[in-house]
DNA sequence: GTTGTTTTGTGAATCGTTTCAATTTGTGTA
DNA sequence: TACACAAATTGAAACGATTCACAAAACAAC
């Protein structure tokens, strides 16, 4: 029923081979005979079936991605940087979630295989990357992103958290503040501990400054909100003069309890800074100051390490781990006093 | 290099046909050849070659779907509504976007007649269907999701505006509210005006309701707020008492500007409902009541749509639409006097 | 007109799976 | 033991694009 290569073949009176020579390498066709081709190309309508293309070369013109969901902005930018890299190489990215669910995971791992992809990126749900050394050694290469692989044997990108941390404090610091508090949790997250960490080593750096955590069960509005509340509830002198929360969904709903008129004043009486530069960060009615990810470029080196990876073909699997520095957004929420 | 049926039948002992049958029709095959042949293939690390199977399948066993912006969440919540009504069948989905631009469209759509999907699912950019009309005469099924088709020759799936609005502004009267605003815009949107259209329809049944039309640029919470500063601008009797904003963001807006100490207190002075009921909608400092989409609802419809089309063949290209009706979501912002 | 060189065009073989008509094996009954 | 019938297995053909060794044509130089 579909029109095949024969078919336009013979409508246009030439072989097979030249069909798909003027597909292909259209330089290598004189030019009425492109023309010729092209003109039963149209009149046919002919599709070019990729399924067979790809059974011939062996391998898909793409790329797969698993994320942990689709719906994080961070994952979107990630993906959005991915296609845009892998479009350079003239490949696309599938792009999949596992909904942090290691089954679904698996299926989209298999999935992938099936389709003979040149490479998975993925951001693994769980520590158990056994599954991921099977597919590597069946010829499928693999990238961590957004985790610092534990096993050495993997490529990665990922950001460096701790960095972003100190600057995120560094900043507080800098314009004067000297009671911070970091609200966040909860600390089995790696990131959320490391983001801890280098607040930590900001703050032994300079004496008199304080650094007091508030622990949250999520890294939400409502767990925000929760931590603003127990700000307002003390007495004017026992509160900080500023707040690094973990993330911005924590920061903003720190800010939404402390705009009300009981509250404090942004950012004079307080400071915040959140951290991820959402969308939302900056449309908050006070804009807020964040920690950036460089998010598209890491999608974008994720897929040229893999090609490259795929470029040493069996030999030696080559190991490279690529760590990003964050980048801090200033805007109105921080300020000296 | 990759392992085929072939290697597999030989390190089982038995033909090619064997080997796919037990891939596929398991219980076709006595029990004890199917253990020999599952154990043969875990030892190769055999994996299916899907472009194969698809050639001879002459079909994929994916569905495409276009959308606008996957960053979204209105079409993401499509695609998990798609997704789980492919899943039903035994297929998956193709997620891309156009990011509105026609060319990526076309770009999107080719890549899906080459893979031979069984349908496509598309938010059209504009209002031209002619590239949609040949790939249907092709043989590929279309359903346009989220746009009544003009052109009648579309299947669809969309929801219905209008009776969204009117929703919207039942409640506000049905509490008591008597001078309501209308923020949203531009009016060149058909979901806009649409929504608008519901609205005065409800007034229209009531004696002595006033609505008035706040334009807006854009429907971002920018233009939100600066409609919440025109309205806390003006003297207390001047003030509605009621506001239904085009979307939730532009209610977002108009809530953090009411708030501030000089504002309105929400929902007492002014109630305030929002449109599309998005996850920040419920975790707004005064909880959102919104009208929410049945977007998943549209996912899932719109694949079984697209699969009985697909199934009636060539014959008659049977055209049906399907139109949702939205759902009103009380929640904290809208309340009596 | 012969020879050498480049440019175009040809078509059979190939990729890996599924299908299906034909064949073999197995089971139960007389 | 023979026969009928069901169950299990076989293997060649087919899907459609690409490749590549080879053939044909076109052109240039002498």
Same mark, same amino acid.
């Given at each position: 029923m579909a029109i095949s290569v024969r078919d336009v073949a013979k409508a246009a009176g030439v072989s097979v081979g030249t069909v798909s020579n003027v597909l292909n390498t259209p330089n290598k066709v004189a030019e009425k005979t492109v023309?010729? @081709?092209q003109a039963a190309i149209d009149k046919l309508g002919f599709v070019r079936n990729d399924a067979a293309r790809q059974l011939r070369a062996g391998k898909s013109r793409s790329i797969g991605l698993v994320v942990l969901d689709v719906r994080n902005p961070f994952f979107t930018d990630l993906a959005r940087g991915a296609e845009?890299?892998?479009q350079e190489f003239n490949m696309s990215v599938l792009l999949a979630n596992s909904d942090e669910i290691a089954e679904r995971e698996l299926a989209m791992l298999s999935l992938f295989e099936e389709q003979r992809? =040149? *490479? @998975?990126? @993925?951001t693994p749900v769980s520590d158990d990357l056994e599954p991921f050394k099977k597919a590597r050694d069946r010829g499928t290469p693999i990238v961590l992103v957004d985790r610092k692989s534990k096993d050495k044997n993997f490529s990665s990108v990922s950001v460096d958290d701790v960095a972003g941390g100190y600057m995120a404090v560094k900043h507080l610091i800098e314009i004067g503040r000297k009671k911070i508090v970091f609200a966040g949790g909860p600390m089995s997250i790696q990131q959320v501990s490391d983001r801890l960490k280098g607040a930590q080593k900001a703050v032994a750096e300079q004496l008199g400054i304080s650094l007091e955590v508030i622990d949250c069960k999520s890294l939400t509005v409502l767990e925000g909100?929760?931590?603003g509340e127990q700000i307002i509830a003390r007495p004017k002198t026992k509160r900080p003069d500023a707040v690094f929360a973990a993330n911005d969904l924590v920061a903003l709903g720190v800010m939404q309890v402390c705009l009300k008129p009981? *509250?404090?004043s942004i950012p004079k009486e307080l400071s915040l800074i959140g951290y991820d530069d959402i969308a939302?960060?900056?449309t908050a009615l006070v804009a807020l100051t964040s920690i950036r990810?460089?998010? =598209?470029e890491m999608g974008t080196k994720a897929v040229e390490l893999l090609l490259a990876i795929a470029e040493d073909g069996d030999a030696k699997p080559r190991v490279r781990h690529i760590e990003f520095q964050p980048e801090l957004v200033i805007r109105d929420s921080t300020s000296a006093k």
């Open positions: 023309t010729k @081709v845009d890299a892998a992809v =040149h *490479g @998975v990126l @993925v909100r929760a931590a009981e *509250g404090m939302y960060a900056s990810q460089p998010t =598209h």
